[in-house]
Structures are given as C-alpha cells and as structure tokens.
C-alpha cells in the first residue's frame, strides 16, 4: 500500500460519515426545492443519524445485531480496499458480502415486512450485479488492470473507452443508492408499501450501524464513478468531481419524477441495460484491445 | 503400482462381500466403514508417494502388456451389456438395447481381434490423475461412510421399500473402483470400460427404491449416458483405425495437427457433456435425486459427472479456437447461467443442489473449452471445491431429512435455533458456494479472468449474469435458516454418528482448502496445467497466459494476487469470529422487542389481529419467481435451444473430421 494510499484510506475511515450526510443533507434540500418546499437544515441526516446511537438498544432475537454489525464492518471493509487502491473486483465481492449479512438480519427477525424487503434486495442485487462486475471487467479491458492503483495512473480516463460501462453503473447505482423507481427493497421515504422493509425492525443503535453502513457504501460508489474521469493527471481529480456533481443531481431529479416501478420492470429494465450498454461495450472493447 | 491396483481393485473387492451380506449387522457397518477408511488412507497415501519419489511432470506410466487383463475388461463389458439387456428387456425399454450394442459390440470386436492391442502403458499418474485420486479417495470414502448410518435411517423411515441396503452399500463401492480406474487409465479402452461401469452403476443407484418414478429416472439416465457411450466408442474406433493411436495423451499429441483430430475431440466432448448432466442433457441428473442421498451426493461431487469434465479438462489443449471449443463453451456457459435461473424457482433441497451441480459443472466445463492456461487452472479448482463442498451440502440436507422427513428449504425455517449443528454445516457450505473469501467464489473469479483474457465475450456475460442469479437462490437457502421463530427450541439430533463422522471432516477441509489452495495451486494445478501447455502446444495458447506461465515462480498464474489474498484471509478471519462476537454483544443485556406486523402483534411472534380484531398466524414464504423463470417455462425452451445447438456443431465436426 502506498502513502498516497494509506491517507486515503485514514481520510475515507474519517470523514466518510460527514461528506455523506453533508450530500445527502444538499440532496434532500435540493428534492425540497424542486417539489416546491423549503427543506430541512443541511445538517438533518447527521442529527438523525446521532440521535439514533443515542438510543435505548433494543433487538428483536439475539443474531439480528451482530449480523447488522458484520454488515456496517464489510462495507466499510470494501470501501478500505477501494481507497487503498485495491482489486476493483475484490471490492465488488467484499460489498456483495456486506449486502449479505444485512439480508440475513432481516431474515432473522422472522417478519412479513422485513422478510419482504429482504428477497426484494435480493432481487435488486440479482438485478445489479451483472453489471458492477462487467464495469470491472470494461476497467480490466481498457486500463488492462484490476487495481483501482493503475486504472487511476492511466493516461487517458477510463469513461472514453467504456461510455456504455458508465452509463450502465449510472443506471445501477439509481437501485444501489435506494433512489425512487427503484427503492424496492427499502426506501428513504415514508410513503413505501413494504414500510421500510428490509430494515424495518431495526432500531435504536442497530439502525445507526445500517445507516453509517450506507453513508460509507454511498461515498465508496461515488468513489467508482469518480474513478472513471481519473487519470495520472490531478486534473482530472476536478473532473471527476464535476462528474460526481452531475451525477448526484440526476439521481435526485430520477427519484424526483419516477414513480417506483414494479419488481418485474426493475429486473427487465436493469438487464436489458446491461446487457446492452455493457454488453455492446465489452464486445468494442475486446475487438480493440 | 501396487497401491495404484489395490486403489482400483480393492473397493470391487469390499463390493463384493457386501453385495453377499444382505441383512445389516455390526460386521456388515465395519466392514463397509473400514473398506472406506482403507481406500481413504490408500488414496492419501498414494498421493504422497507420488509427490515425494516419482516426477509427475513427465507423468509415470503402467501395464504396457496387457492381454490377460483385455480379456478380463472385455468379459466385463459383455456382463454389463447383458446386465442393461436383462434390465431393458424387464422394463420393456427396447431403445436401450440398441444404444447399448451400439457402444458394446464395437468395443468387444476391438478386443477380441487384438486390433486395438498396444504395447503402449494402460495406466499414467500425472498430477491431474493425482488431484482426482485424492477427491475421490477422500470425498467418495466419506460418502460410503455416511451412507453406513444413512441407509439405515432411510428404512426405518421408508419400511415401503424393499431393504436391499447390502447391494446398495455394494453398488457405491464399485462406483469408487470404477472412477479411480477411470482416472488412472490411459488407454482409451480401458477408460471406456469404466466410463460404462459408472454409467450402469448410476443406472442402479437411482432406480434402488424401485418406484415407478424411480424407474422412469433410471432409464433415463442409462439412456443418455449410454449415447454418451457411444460417442466415446466412435472416437475410439476413429483413433484405433484411422489415427492407429490407443491412448489419450497420444491423442494430445496431435494438437500440432488438430484437423486430424476433429473427430475423436468432438465425440469424446459430446461423451463428456452427457455425463456432466449438461444442457440439454440434464435432465438426467435432476431425476437422480429419487435416489436416497447418498446416490446424489456422490454422482454430483466426487464421481460420474467429476468424469466427464475430467475428461474434458484433459482435452483442454486440444480445443482453443476450435469447433469443439465453441460447442463446450457455449453449451457450458449457457448451462452455468440456465441452471441457475432454474435453481430460483425450486424449493425442494436437493433439487436446488441439483441444478447448483449442473450450474457449476457448465462453469468448469467453459472453463475447459477454452482451452487457455489460466482457464484450465480455474476448472481444476472449481472441481476440487465443488467435489468438497457439494458433497457436504448433500449431507447434511440428508441428514436433516432423516431427522425431520422433509428436505424441503419451506421446512428449514429457523433451523439454526432447532438444529444449531446442521445450521452451521450448511452455512458453511453456502457460504463456500457463494460469497467471496471462500472457495468456490475464488474460482470463479479466476474463471472471470481467464474468460476475459481468452477472448470469449459471451462467456464473460454468461459469468456475471449467472453469478447474480446463483446469489438469489443460495442467499434466501440461508436467509431461511437464519429466521428465528420467538420460543423455538432445540430439537433432539438424531443425526446418525457415521454421518457426522463424514459431514464434520469434510466441513473442516473445506474451511482448510480456503487457507491453503495457493499451496495446491503451486504444487499440484501449476505444474499439471504448464505440463498440458508447453512447448509444442504453444499454439494453442492465448497471447498473454503463456508468457506470464514461463516466467514466474510459484505464484504463477495470478488472477489472484498475494495481496489480495491476503485481504480474503482478513475477511474469512472477520467472518470467523463472528460467532464470539455474538457472545460478546449479547452480554450487554437489552431489552427484546417484537417484530412488527403492520396488524397488532399477538405477543409471539407468530400471529397477529388482523382488520377484523380476529388472531391470524403469520406464515413467511420464500419467493420462487415461478411465473418468470419457472420450469414448465423455461426447461423446456432451454433444451430445445441447447439441442438444437449440439446437433449443428456435431454434424459440422463430424462431417468435417471425417471427410475433410
């Protein structure tokens, strides 16, 4: 690992929390805005978060914690690996497993609504998955490497060679960041019909892991899209943080418009994507490497 | 060679005392537990020896003059003729005389004129024959273990059934004797013979109950694997008159001149595809799992379909770029991503282990007709983990099914509170099937790497596609498993001691197999698959694999670096001691809460007032998506599609390997 390497990581551990919630605060003045509204402070989603830990811990049945706590350390466990300059894929499996145990913690509760929301994650990680590996595989292709270390020292940044790559991980980072069509499983609003689902009986402390856990996976995936503008060039730095801007903007305005969608149109929408954006992409990026 | 013979010999040998000792009895338990245990330490040991005192890389070989023994096989091949003849004749299933003097008759006349007589060795012990020896000897011995409790358990619980438990301990004994001669051969006579030994033999095992459906699924199986038998035999014939070559590794030489060998490559693939329960041939295996479980769990780990991708990682180097090459990566990437889809919709346990099998075989035998390095070193790991993992999944579904007769995932609800052991044993084993720091996932990845840098876009696709959807079906297994109904209790185990005595050894390995396959790769995988493509061969490799083969020391093909296998050691050790975690956060006393109900929750979890204030009970179901990707829907187009596909590329490579 190097020193670059090693601060990144330090920094990630630190302030992920913070540039999280400060997004995710702008992000929910900016939906306020657009319907209209005022919006709350920028500062909400970090009071809400606090206040959570300040709770009285209560659980459901005695794995429910401890699964959601294995789920909080793998995905900051791969944003670590991502931030060091790791194996892209490697990165890729690790929040696979993070997924897995929040999953499980639903599962445990034995509940209609949390068991629900749980096979609806599920399916939304069926429905991503293809996809978040083949946006490694298109990195593979045009940088010629895994490790987040070279597709960063590259001369040219990744997104010329793999649009189609790009705009796939785009569109699945819609169902990653739980945003409206796609917030099947679990949502950030209060009008969903499975009522929180995957994470409805947690609470207290318990729910602060998952949150945490999401605020450091969000920064991990805006991290990704970034790393498509990077290149050797501290530049681009700046473009990718435009990019990230942009990006984040039109997640909003998506989650704004789209009313949610049933599960069938999610599966279909997100595999046809891939299948297409990705896929047509990886056939030209094979043909030229 | 001695313990190579008794490694071939003895398991027909405790066979045949078995066979004669109908009724079960303490002499009977011992005598079957101590043959396994010989056969274990035989394996073992014959692996040791062969590492520390012969060079594998040049391969050692036996038995160049072998006229008593070629009578000995041909007389065997006319008994299990006439055994499938007498069968066929009971049953009224005529077709199967017809496949079975089609494969038989020719073999016998090579035999019996001396026209295939050679003074080439009949036996060669390399290090792929070393690994095999090994998942057999290990795994397959456990099984034969396990099935001295398991049979037992199975009548008192099935008494409707004939108890013929002394021909089936007999019958899984030959299966041993048959696949390590398989293995071991050389000669392509001689491994035919034991290709239809294990044919026959699973013939058998699943129709033992002798129920009609039992029947039905046996035919079923001799059916395709006697085509399969076929096909092996007209390459056989092509080889001996036309080739005028006996031995596989002489067939590998002609990977210099490949239109030569068009022919006999295709249709010894086209055998290995039937007995690896490929698409569209798969439906074989899926009607196995009549037999009790002991049946599945060694036709889908360690033996019958283990041959067929065996034999198709042997002809690996002959296959890159080629017809064949394309016709078994298709057919196996397309497997690998149908067979998990169909796995989705199912709940019955052994039928999901089922399509697993045939999912994970469609991936090692992609792996196999690319034809590349790297990609050969993926199979042989994807074979090894998946002979210790599947084997062990079966098992303890087994075991769970003789406690609680049923073996339905609907059924396992909460059973890490109801059977704490089993939960674990299973955990651990959908864990290695499924997510990253463990075995199988390690594999694949590897796979991605080799599939990626050999070219084959649509095998790429096939990979990412396939892993989402082999994720849904064993993450809501275990999410079941995981539910934790409130006043649950343990139930008494009544798992028999010998099933433990084989699900305990094989769970350890694989936890220990994840720590130590570097250790394997570099001292067994690496130098088979540098063997495979050297020198002459050099052809036949992609750009790229074959400079980084010659050049590097032990950590050799590098799809997965020392760093991050480092990171996946840190990982595995996180989720080990998750379990003392959980002691430590429980120790912190906190209030427990009920789960919510959206209707008023009746105070146990279980039930709740609905709209009209009446008590319901909850009752949680796994999603099975059968409207989307169900059987009836998909199987069938699915078949057709691979079908349809096989017969072009067959009759191209026949035509072409015999006329042009």
Same mark, same amino acid.
């Given at each position: +690992?190097t ?7 330090i920094?990630?551990?630190?302030? #992920?929390p ?10 929910r003045?900016v ?7 005022r919006?709350?402070s ?15 811990s ?14 909080c ?9 991502f ?17 897995? !145990?929040?999953?499980?913690?639903a599962y445990?509760?034995?509940a209609?609504y ?11 990680m ?10 490694a595989?298109?990195?593979?292709l045009?940088?010629?490497?895994f ?17 189609g790559f !790009? ?12 945003? #409206?069509?796609f917030d ?23 729910y602060g892991?998952?949150?945490l856990?999401?605020?450091?996976e969000?920064v991990l +995936? ?5 790393l ?7 530049? #681009? ?10 990006v ?7 989650d ?9 149109t999610l599966?279909?929408?997100a595999?046809?994507?891939? !299948?297409?954006?990705g ?8 043909f030229?490497? | 060679?001695?313990?190579?013979a ?7 040998a405790?066979?045949f ?28 040991c ?26 000995? &096989? ?16 009971k049953?009224?299933k005529?077709?199967i ?5 089609l ?13 295939s ?7 060669k012990?390399d290090?792929?024959?070393?690994i ?5 000897g290990?795994v397959?011995?456990l ?9 037992r ?7 409707e059934?004939?108890d *013929? ?14 696949m ?5 051969s050389d ?24 129920t ?15 085509l ?10 092509f080889?001996?008159c ?11 030489l002609f990977?210099?001149?490949p239109?030569?060998a ?20 798969c ?7 009549v037999?009790p479980t ?14 067929g ?12 770029g080629t017809?064949?090459?394309i016709?078994v990566?298709v057919i ?6 149908a ?8 709940s019955?346990?052994?039928? &999901?282990l089922?399509?697993?099998t045939i999912?994970?075989l469609?991936?090692?035998?992609a ?7 790297e ?18 999944m079966f098992?303890?579904v087994?075991?769970?099914e003789n ?5 339905d995932?609907?059924?396992m609800?909460?059973?890490?509170? *109801?059977?704490?052991k ?8 959908i ?12 594999a ?14 649509y095998?790429?696709l ?5 892993? $989402? ?10 999410g ?5 109904s409130?006043e ?10 010998s099933e433990? $005595? ?5 769970t ?9 396959y570097p250790?394997?790769s570099?001292?067994?995988?690496n ?32 799809a ?9 050691g ?8 998750l379990?003392?975690g ?12 009920l ?6 929750n009746?105070?146990?979890? *279980?039930s709740?007032?609905?709209s ?8 949680l ?14 199987? *069938?187009?699915?078949l ?6 096989l017969i072009v ?12």
């Amino acid at each position: +690992m190097t020193v670059y390497g090693t601060v990144a990581v330090i920094i990630y551990l630190l302030c #992920s929390p913070f540039i999280a919630c400060f997004m995710s605060g702008v992000d929910r003045v900016v939906t306020a805005r657009m319907q209209g509204r005022r919006g709350p402070s920028v500062l909400q989603p970090w009071y809400d978060l606090a206040k959570l830990f300040a709770k009285e811990s209560t659980s459901v049945n005695n794995i429910q914690k401890i699964l959601v706590m294995a789920h909080c350390f793998f995905a900051i466990f791969s944003g670590a690996v991502f931030f060091a300059g790791g194996d892209i894929l490697l990165v890729f499996f690790s929040l696979t497993m993070a997924e897995v !145990f929040l999953i499980l913690a639903a599962y445990s509760v034995n509940a209609a609504y949390s068991g629900m929301g749980a096979q609806r994650e599920l399916l939304q990680m069926m429905a991503y998955e293809p996809m978040i590996l083949l946006t490694a595989v298109g990195f593979y292709l045009s940088v010629g490497s895994f490790r987040v270390e070279d597709i960063m020292s590259a001369s040219l940044p990744a997104v010329v060679k793999m649009p189609g790559f !790009f705009i796939g991980f785009c569109f699945m980072l819609v169902i990653k960041l739980r945003k #409206s069509p796609f917030d099947l499983s679990t949502s950030h609003h209060a009008h969903q019909e499975v009522i929180k689902g995957l994470t409805g009986d947690l609470s207290g402390p318990a729910y602060g892991f998952s949150e945490l856990a999401e605020l450091y996976e969000e920064v991990l +995936m805006l991290g990704i899209v970034g790393l498509f503008f990077i290149t050797s060039d501290p530049r #681009s730095f700046l473009a990718a943080a435009v990019a990230i801007v942009i990006v984040m903007f039109c997640m909003s305005l998506i989650d704004n418009i789209f009313p949610r969608v049933k599960w069938e149109t999610l599966l279909k929408a997100a595999w046809v994507v891939t !299948f297409f954006a990705g896929g047509a992409n990886l056939v030209i990026l094979s043909f030229i490497s | 060679m001695p313990v190579l013979a008794f490694l071939i010999l003895f398991p027909f040998a405790v066979a045949f005392i078995l066979f004669f000792m109908k009724k079960d009895s303490k002499g009977r338990s011992v005598i079957a537990t101590g043959g396994a245990l010989a056969e274990l330490v035989a394996a073992v040991c014959f692996a040791a020896d062969n590492f520390l005192h012969h060079d594998l890389t040049m391969g050692t070989y036996y038995l160049s003059e072998t006229h008593t023994a070629d009578m000995v &096989i041909a007389a065997g091949e006319l008994c299990l003729m006439l055994l499938v003849f007498s069968q066929a004749i009971k049953h009224h299933k005529y077709y199967i005389l017809f496949l079975s003097a089609l494969g038989t008759i020719p073999a016998l006349y090579l035999d019996l004129t001396g026209i295939s007589e050679t003074s080439s060795a009949h036996l060669k012990v390399d290090h792929l024959t070393v690994i095999m020896v090994l998942i057999v000897g290990i795994v397959g011995s456990l099984i034969c273990i396990y099935a001295v409790g398991y049979i037992r358990d199975y009548h008192h619980h099935h008494t409707e059934y004939q108890d *013929r438990s002394g021909y089936f301990l007999s019958m899984l004994f030959v299966f041993l004797g048959a696949m390590m001669g398989l293995i071991s051969s050389d000669n392509l006579s001689w491994m035919y013979f034991f290709w239809e030994i294990t044919s026959v033999c699973s013939f058998l095992l699943i129709g033992y109950s002798k129920t009609p459906e039992a029947v039905t699924n046996s035919f079923r199986a001799l059916w395709m694997n006697l085509l399969g038998g076929c096909g092996f035999m007209a390459a056989i014939v092509f080889c001996v008159c036309v080739m005028e070559i006996t031995n596989i590794s002489q067939l590998l030489l002609f990977a210099t001149i490949p239109a030569m060998a068009v022919f006999p490559v295709a249709m010894l693939s086209f055998a290995a595809l039937t007995k690896s329960a490929q698409m569209p041939f798969c439906r074989w295996l899926l009607g196995a799992m009549v037999a009790p479980t002991p049946t599945s769990a060694l036709l889908h780990s360690a033996t019958m379909v283990k041959a067929g991708v065996y034999l198709l990682l042997r002809l690996s180097p002959m296959m890159y770029g080629t017809y064949t090459g394309i016709m078994v990566t298709v057919i196996g990437g397309f497997t690998f991503f149908a067979a998990s889809l169909l796995a989705i919709t199912v709940s019955d346990g052994k039928k &999901i282990l089922a399509y697993s099998t045939i999912s994970n075989l469609g991936l090692i035998t992609a792996a196999a007709g690319c034809g590349i390095s790297e990609a050969v070193w993926a199979g042989i790991m994807l074979l090894i983990f998946h002979a210790v993992t599947k084997s062990m999944m079966f098992m303890s579904v087994g075991a769970y099914e003789n406690s609680t007769g049923s073996r339905d995932v609907e059924d396992m609800h909460g059973m890490i509170v *109801r059977y704490p052991k089993l939960a674990f044993v299973m955990t651990i084993g959908i864990f290695g099937m499924s997510v990253v720091p463990m075995g199988m996932c390690v594999a694949k990845w590897a796979a991605l790497k080799a599939f990626i840098d050999s070219g084959y876009v649509y095998l790429t696709l096939f990979l990412c596609f396939g892993s $989402a959807s082999t994720m849904f079906y064993w993450i809501k297994w275990l999410g079941k498993i995981f539910s934790v109904s409130r006043e649950s209790r343990k139930h008494e185990d009544t798992v028999h001691r010998s099933e433990w $005595a084989a699900i305990y050894p094989l769970t350890f390995t694989a936890m220990l197999l994840c720590l130590v396959y570097p250790i394997i790769s570099a001292f067994v995988v690496n130098p088979y698959v540098q063997t495979a493509f050297n020198g002459s061969l050099n052809r036949l490799t992609a750009p790229g694999p074959a400079d980084d083969l010659a050049g590097s020391g032990p950590e050799l093909i590098a799809a997965i670096s020392t760093e991050d296998f480092v990171i996946m050691g840190v990982m595995l050790i996180c989720m080990c001691i998750l379990p003392l975690g959980m002691k430590y956060v429980n120790t912190v006393q906190e209030r427990r809460v009920l789960s919510y109900m959206s209707g008023f929750n009746t105070g146990n979890d *279980r039930s709740f007032y609905d709209s009209q204030g009446e008590e319901k009970e909850q009752f949680l179901s796994n999603w099975y998506m059968n409207e989307v990707f169900g059987e009836k829907k998909l199987l *069938r187009p699915c078949l057709m599609l691979t079908s349809a596909f096989l017969i072009v590329i067959m009759t191209a490579c026949t035509i072409g390997g015999l006329f042009i």
